[in-house]
């Protein structure tokens, strides 16, 4: 088999070690995902990405369906040789951004019709064609088409959606028998229900009913209080199976990384070290540090001087702060660097620390170095 | 003595091989130094240009008298230390860049009023004025101070803006002499003179009367004809003394290179590969390529078969139009690795060639095959 998900071993909190083998080699869980929307993580190269240790990146099925198309990139020979990246890909459905279009989106019970945000013309996304467009990319982790409402939804409209994603999640099953290669992908299906917590039991014992390789958790911390979306996460994953991966999208803050694991979260993925990069937001274990900071003009001292990453073995705040001002391209490839280096970091240390039976105690650890801000 | 130029070999044509010991390492010559404008070459690690073998960078005086300001930087321990890169830099005087302001500045016999292009700060360099920063930077090639013309002024401009230039490479040499430390800094007179070779004729011989222990050629390859450049350089060098580097400032296209080479010169830098590969604009072995070009848009070729560089190696042309259509930060880092790799390349081989007495073979084949674009 060209997938196959084992749990070496279960922390007493609930956390769970892992490795999930692909046709493109090994994860090991549980994992970050850096995000790579336009198959490229944004101000690094592939061969930085394998320097700092990056197992899988998750690609975007809305960026590369509109630049440069499903089709070219399948002529290419798929994601993997396109890009260069020849590990792991997971892709989303592309629903996410879909939805985020609000006025440029029309949804019905077949799909959603919107309008590219780059040339204003007109598409249509439904599950079949989610998978198509991700089995032309050949991501070696395709996730179905799933409503996402926003955060401030009321139970109805948030049950419809969590029906309307049951629905999609079928029917993307069906396509992908008739179509997909489940020696090539594997296929994860979404739990949805907002915050509340029996439609979430709901959606989740649906989704199992359907009998996926993996099932993801959608539209969590998007706003809601963090011990909600602990409590939700413990809740579905309570109602997944073991034996399968668990994938809590889009989340998160490098404090809170390590909760969402002690309920059972072997994947995650989050834009926060790759976009707050960018805008010189760096994250370190003393708190996060705004590197415009005038206090750093003169700072000879690394991002943090307990990381091992390629810009604090090399590179000073002064030096950093001169190119963020700048606007300098490198500035933003080095605080990438950093950042991402900085969530595989806590990723492996989480690791360690369920393999040592001590995930709790990393939490706690966590949680006290992590919430004050260097900068504040 | 930290700083020694020997010339190992000369070929029929004038070409020298050589080498420059600095306090940061030996640089081979001819040497092609890419534009580090800010203290970072755009868009490359510092770890990147060392893997490509670039063994002296060019940083501007002028940008970095502004930002982050000459203080801060020596404050850090000088530029190298500043912008972790340990190898040989050369500094411009500022000068190019604030005569290149128009209207944003001033000349008199003590220097240039000028405005800032960032705020609109009022600032005054002097060839005092602009030792003073380049000592504080402590590159290991300083340039004093030198009034460009534009290529279009009348032999009666040039004629005083190189007289200006000579008085202030007087006044450079003295505060050099009481200010600078030439262990640590070697500083280079700049021969101007315009398209006028009586005048360059004349600006050389003053300048070397006044004993520099380099000598640059400013000016020139801003319009002219390439041969008029061509016989200005060998009518320039023809005065200079053989013993000393023979910098020629601010070029030039590839296929132009060796013929300067060819005519004794030893160091160069250019805007073109790093600039070039931000817009798109990409050196190949059989001439310049246009990677927005929808015919690269499925083309799985690396931009040059021939090519070695980190870029060729991995990637193709039609991930790279899409990063460069998609605006991705990769793509400017891979393309600017491929063009500074490019220009490096050629320039060892050129050494090579020298090596073997066959330099003037070299710029026919280098003729021959560059000036065709493989996008026209």
């Given at each position: 088999?060209?997938?196959?998900?084992?749990?070496?071993?279960?922390?007493?909190?609930?956390?769970?070690?892992?490795?999930?083998?692909?046709?493109?080699?090994?994860?090991?869980?549980?994992?970050?995902?850096?995000?790579?929307?336009?198959?490229?993580?944004?101000?690094?190269?592939?061969?930085?990405?394998?320097?700092?240790?990056?197992?899988?990146?998750?690609?975007?099925?809305?960026?590369?369906?509109?630049?440069?198309?499903?089709?070219?990139?399948?002529e290419m020979g798929g994601l993997h040789k396109f890009m260069s990246w020849p590990h792991p890909i997971l892709t989303d459905s592309g629903g996410y951004?879909?939805?985020?279009?609000?006025?440029?989106?029309?949804?019905?019970?077949?799909?959603?019709?919107?309008?590219?945000?780059?040339?204003?013309?007109?598409?249509?996304?439904?599950?079949?064609?989610?998978?198509?467009?991700q089995i032309a990319l050949g991501s070696d982790v395709v996730m179905v088409l799933d409503e996402c409402v926003e955060s401030s939804s009321d139970k109805?409209?948030?049950?419809?959606?969590?029906?309307?994603?049951?629905?999609?999640?079928?029917?993307?099953?069906?396509?992908?028998?008739?179509?997909?290669?489940?020696?090539?992908?594997?296929?994860?299906?979404?739990?949805?229900?907002?915050?509340?917590?029996?439609?979430?039991?709901?959606?989740?014992?649906?989704?199992?009913?359907?009998?996926?390789?993996?099932?993801?958790?959608?539209?969590?911390?998007?706003?809601?209080?963090?011990?909600?979306?602990?409590?939700?996460?413990?809740?579905?994953?309570?109602?997944?199976?073991?034996?399968?991966?668990?994938?809590?999208?889009?989340?998160?803050?490098?404090?809170?990384?390590?909760?969402?694991?002690?309920?059972?979260?072997?994947?995650?993925?989050?834009?926060?070290?790759?976009?707050?990069?960018?805008?010189?937001?760096?994250?370190?274990?003393?708190?996060?540090?705004?590197?415009?900071?005038?206090?750093?003009?003169?700072d000879p001292r690394p991002i943090d001087p307990e990381c091992a990453c390629p810009t604090c073995r090399r590179y000073s705040r002064a030096y950093l702060?001169?190119?963020?001002?700048?606007?300098?391209?490198?500035?933003?490839?080095?605080?990438?660097?950093?950042?991402?280096?900085?969530?595989?970091?806590?990723?492996?240390?989480?690791?360690?620390?369920?393999?040592?039976?001590?995930?709790?105690?990393?939490?706690?650890?966590?949680?006290?170095?992590?919430?004050?801000?260097?900068?504040?």
């Amino acid at each position: 088999m060209p997938f196959r998900f084992e749990v070496l071993h279960t922390d007493p909190s609930g956390a769970r070690l892992g490795r999930l083998e692909t046709p493109h080699g090994v994860i090991e869980t549980p994992a970050f995902m850096p995000v790579g929307t336009l198959g490229t993580v944004k101000g690094l190269t592939q061969e930085s990405l394998e320097a700092i240790g990056a197992q899988i990146i998750l690609a975007n099925t809305y960026h590369l369906f509109l630049r440069p198309g499903a089709e070219l990139i399948r002529e290419m020979g798929g994601l993997h040789k396109f890009m260069s990246w020849p590990h792991p890909i997971l892709t989303d459905s592309g629903g996410y951004q879909v939805f985020s279009l609000a006025a440029l989106r029309k949804v019905t019970d077949d799909g959603v019709a919107f309008r590219s945000h780059i040339d204003g013309s007109s598409h249509f996304l439904s599950p079949e064609k989610a998978l198509e467009v991700q089995i032309a990319l050949g991501s070696d982790v395709v996730m179905v088409l799933d409503e996402c409402v926003e955060s401030s939804s009321d139970k109805a409209r948030t049950a419809a959606a969590a029906a309307r994603t049951l629905a999609w999640a079928k029917r993307s099953l069906a396509y992908f028998g008739a179509h997909g290669d489940s020696q090539r992908q594997m296929i994860f299906g979404i739990v949805q229900g907002g915050a509340h917590r029996e439609l979430r039991r709901e959606c989740a014992d649906q989704m199992v009913a359907l009998d996926f390789p993996g099932y993801a958790i959608g539209g969590l911390a998007v706003g809601e209080p963090h011990e909600t979306a602990c409590e939700i996460t413990e809740e579905v994953v309570s109602r997944l199976p073991a034996d399968n991966p668990h994938y809590l999208m889009g989340v998160g803050r490098p404090e809170q990384i390590a909760d969402y694991v002690a309920r059972g979260i072997d994947m995650m993925d989050c834009v926060l070290p790759t976009r707050g990069a960018r805008h010189g937001c760096l994250f370190t274990w003393h708190g996060r540090m705004l590197i415009r900071n005038a206090r750093y003009a003169n700072d000879p001292r690394p991002i943090d001087p307990e990381c091992a990453c390629p810009t604090c073995r090399r590179y000073s705040r002064a030096y950093l702060r001169h190119l963020f001002l700048s606007r300098e391209i490198l500035g933003a490839t080095l605080n990438t660097l950093h950042n991402v280096y900085f969530y595989l970091d806590i990723m492996a240390k989480i690791r360690n620390s369920i393999g040592f039976g001590n995930l709790l105690g990393f939490c706690s650890e966590l949680q006290a170095r992590l919430v004050t801000s260097v900068s504040d």
